[in-house]
């Protein structure tokens, strides 16, 4: 007897419901009762643009300390 395995249209299902959902599929694993997971590929972080000319502080006065 073979070992059970998840049938091709339920990993389907699972994978066109991820990529509708902006998912990236990534690894398929597949249980020795059959069952399967399916592990999203992780996005990189988010980057903020920095623009050099707005943090430009060379000409920024250092603090003082007044000690009146």
């Known amino acids: 007897m073979s070992a059970p395995k998840p049938s ?6 699972v994978l066109r419901a991820m990529i509708a959902c902006g998912i990236q599929p990534g690894i398929i694993r597949v249980g020795a009762d059959g069952s399967f997971t399916v592990e999203a590929v992780s996005a990189p972080a988010p ?13 920024d006065e250092p ?5 009146s």
């Open 47 to 59: 980057t903020v643009a920095n623009d050099a000319d707005d943090n430009d502080v060379s000409d």
């Open 8 to 13: 091709q249209p339920k990993v389907e299902n």
């Open 63 to 67: 603090p003082t300390w007044d000690k």
